[in-house]
């Protein structure tokens, strides 16, 4: 029933992108997106094998570091805001552009995962 209802789901999302024609902008975007897909997979595989359980702080700010290095590369301020000593967790990366025209955008994230330093790890299948 599930698997039906995804199938289902994704066929209604999916017939109005593919029924219509695309602008020239649009496939411009397309075609980088597509160019762009092997080194999102491995950005994502970087992070998601990487052994940053929530008590494993170095590993947690190895991932801060990761994200930060991307976030500054599409001009965004980074912070790193220790909390080691106040609340025995490693911290949260702050990301922030002052830029007074377009709309305001909050993400919220984790950097952490459910690797603890012992864990064997499973990796990104």
């Given at each position: 029933m599930r698997n039906t209802f995804l199938t289902l789901l994704f066929a209604?999302?999916?017939h109005?992108?593919?029924s219509q024609s695309l602008s020239k902008k649009e496939e411009t975007i397309l075609k980088e997106v597509e160019k762009l897909?092997?080194?999102s997979i491995s950005f994502l595989e970087r992070v998601i094998n990487s052994i940053c359980g929530t008590l494993n702080?170095?590993?947690v700010l190895e991932n801060s570091e990761i994200f930060g290095e991307v976030f500054r590369e599409i001009g965004f301020d980074t912070n790193w805001y220790d909390l080691r000593e106040s609340v025995?967790?490693?911290g949260h990366l702050f990301e922030?552009?002052?830029e007074k025209k377009g709309k305001r955008l909050l993400l919220i994230g984790h950097l952490d995962t459910i690797f603890d330093r012992d864990s064997p790890l499973k990796p990104l299948t």
């Amino acid at each position: 029933m599930r698997n039906t209802f995804l199938t289902l789901l994704f066929a209604i999302i999916i017939h109005p992108v593919f029924s219509q024609s695309l602008s020239k902008k649009e496939e411009t975007i397309l075609k980088e997106v597509e160019k762009l897909d092997q080194e999102s997979i491995s950005f994502l595989e970087r992070v998601i094998n990487s052994i940053c359980g929530t008590l494993n702080f170095e590993g947690v700010l190895e991932n801060s570091e990761i994200f930060g290095e991307v976030f500054r590369e599409i001009g965004f301020d980074t912070n790193w805001y220790d909390l080691r000593e106040s609340v025995n967790r490693a911290g949260h990366l702050f990301e922030e552009r002052k830029e007074k025209k377009g709309k305001r955008l909050l993400l919220i994230g984790h950097l952490d995962t459910i690797f603890d330093r012992d864990s064997p790890l499973k990796p990104l299948t």
